[in-house]
């Protein structure tokens, strides 16, 4: 019996008509384009504007162009993931919301948040599922609306991030393309150095929580870097070692794009050069969970059936990984 594999087989995106740029934010922090451009490679970010748009308007965008590029009928879908660290509401689920807004009436669906890591969880949570040989059909989405928590009097975290969606769509692959291996970790030390204070069980929303500003995004960019840098490449290179690939074996890393330096440090642990690594950051920042599937619609077109990619992540909590995966089609 041939081996069932999980294949992405089309794509979808969505970015606000906004873009918010360095020389504006010259206009609201103690910063410049020069010093922004030269630590982080960013040199605009996209900002979803409007009353009641949140993470799961991006969403349905993203999955709507997906489904008219690919033609499928969303009534075949059979199950929906949203990745995301910006949920519409806290309890109601987004993806569940994303589903039946998109007509996905017969898929079951749910949220995952591993921080910037989550769209690289959700390619394994949905490969296993398309693995199991019981789904055809399932639509992950990569999306978040960090303006929604980001304090832009903080000059350490509004240069960085900014809004966007990515879809994929995932079903079975009986010609061994599609997620090859995977490896996945975290590290609770992480807690520390990249949180929401507020919010949540242990502090819940007050006046004071409120009054402190606690319900923003706050880094210690030092500490996270030094860790993303690290693992970041340890887990690609581990990629190619384990499955006996030379760079030459590789045509694209897809890397996270949380920031310029990190993406190069990781491209050159695997010795890759600068052609054969996906890049968007200069133009939307860190999309958190859209940043992967963002990456896959802008290069789509330049992709190849039996393409082999390196994908790797790293976000809060500590999470990271890196999946190997063979691409399924011509554009």
């Not at 994303?98 to 996905?104: F, H, N, R, V």
């Not at 760079?247 to 330096?261: G, M, S, T, Y």
């Not at 999309?287 to 963002?294: E, F, H, I, K, R």
Request: contains cysteine.
């Amino acid at each position: 019996m041939t081996k069932i594999t999980a294949a992405i087989t089309a794509v979808g995106k969505y970015l606000p008509e906004y873009a918010l740029t360095n020389k504006e934010l010259e206009t609201m922090v103690d910063t410049n384009d020069e010093w922004i451009t030269s630590r982080t490679g960013i040199k605009e970010r996209r900002i979803l504007k409007g009353e009641g748009k949140g993470t799961s308007f991006m969403a349905i965008k993203a999955a709507e162009d997906l489904l008219k590029k690919s033609n499928i009928n969303p009534e075949e879908i059979d199950m929906v993931i949203v990745a995301t660290a910006t949920p519409d509401m806290p309890v109601a689920s987004t993806a569940a919301y994303t589903a039946s807004k998109i007509g996905a009436i017969n898929a079951f669906s749910y949220d995952l948040q591993a921080a910037c890591s989550s769209f690289l969880y959700g390619m394994s949570t949905a490969s296993r599922y398309i693995e199991s040989g019981r789904y055809k059909k399932v639509l992950l989405i990569g999306a978040d609306k960090m303006s929604s928590i980001i304090n832009y009097t903080d000059r350490a975290t509004c240069i960085i991030f900014g809004d966007g969606a990515g879809a994929a769509l995932f079903e079975p692959n009986n010609d061994g393309l599609g997620l090859q291996d995977e490896y996945l970790r975290s590290d609770g030390i992480g807690r520390e150095f990249l949180k929401i204070e507020a919010g949540g069980s242990i502090l819940p929303t007050s006046e004071d929580t409120l009054k402190n500003g606690q319900h923003f995004v706050h880094q210690e960019g030092k500490s996270v870097f030094k860790y993303a840098v690290s693992n970041m490449a340890d887990v690609s290179e581990k990629m190619l070692t384990r499955n006996n690939l030379t760079k030459e074996d590789i045509q694209w890393l897809v890397p996270h794009q949380a920031n310029k330096r990190i993406i190069e440090a990781t491209a050159n642990r695997v010795g890759l050069e600068d052609d054969k690594v996906m890049m968007n950051i200069h133009k939307y920042g860190n999309t958190t969970s859209a940043t992967l599937p963002l990456l896959l619609n802008d290069y789509e077109k330049e992709l190849k059936k039996g393409d082999n990619l390196i994908f790797a992540a790293f976000g809060g909590g500590f999470t990271w990984g890196a999946i190997y995966l063979k691409w399924a089609y011509n554009s």
